[in-house]
């Protein structure tokens, strides 16, 4: 069965720092993988997807993620955080099924 | 246009109340979901609409009713809930019931049970 691991529940950061959120999953078949983020009451919106070929994929904000298949990873990664930056961040994974299973989350605090 | 809307946008009932969750698509997408999220956890999937017929109920209590009268739209009927069913209920939509398709969230309705 499908699952996600999001072992940081918070992380702190200065403004400008590197951050990276770590998202891993089980699966035991091919799986598609993204990355959710919820600002304050808001809906989730679509931050990046992994679906096939390159295994690193970029947001539009400065985001990155890469899939790693032998650690069975998919870490989000940004060189240089905002304040804007704060919120919560989902990683899921999906099978060829319709379900979408969710990560406990992280929150990621940027503080000047 | 990429937007789940929702309304309303806060509800607040009472136990023997007779309420309903709305949403509504445009992107001509055929799945469409709704998901319960309570403060700090990730969403739970409690429906999924497959081309305007329920595919997925994922034992979701009979107090909580939906309905898709058409493409467009998501209806979640709500009828003698509890305190613990407070919470923010997300709809979303999928361009079709298959996984690597995303799932675009709308806003919420921020629900309290009194």
């Known amino acids: 069965a499908q699952s996600v691991t999001q072992l940081d529940s918070q992380v702190p950061v200065f403004e400008e720092a590197p951050v990276e959120l770590r998202c891993n999953y089980s699966?035991?078949?091919?799986?598609?993988l993204f990355w959710y983020v919820q600002y304050p009451n808001q809906g989730l919106q679509l931050l990046l997807k992994y679906l096939s070929g390159s295994t690193l994929v970029e947001s539009i904000n400065g985001f990155e993620a890469e899939f790693n298949k032998s650690q069975t990873s998919f870490h989000l990664r940004k060189p240089s955080v905002h304040i804007s930056d704060t919120a919560e961040y989902f990683c899921a994974v999906s099978e060829d099924t319709d379900k979408l299973i969710f990560g406990t989350g992280t929150r990621l605090q940027v503080f000047p | 246009d990429t937007e789940v809307t929702q309304t309303p946008k806060h509800l607040v009932m009472g136990m023997t109340n007779k309420k309903s969750l709305k949403c509504e698509q445009h992107?001509?997408?055929?799945?469409m979901y709704w998901y319960k999220q309570k403060a700090k956890k990730p969403p739970e999937l409690m429906f999924v609409y497959s081309y305007e017929k329920l595919s997925i109920n994922e034992s979701v209590p009979s107090r909580f009713s939906p309905e898709c009268p058409n493409s467009s739209l998501l209806n979640l009927h709500l009828h003698a809930l509890q305190p613990e069913d407070s919470a923010l209920y997300l709809c979303a939509s999928s361009q079709i019931l298959q996984g690597g398709y995303e799932q675009y969230f709308g806003p919420g309705t921020r629900l309290t049970v009194t």
């Open positions: 699966s035991s078949v091919s799986v598609y």
């Open positions: 992107m001509g997408h055929r799945a």
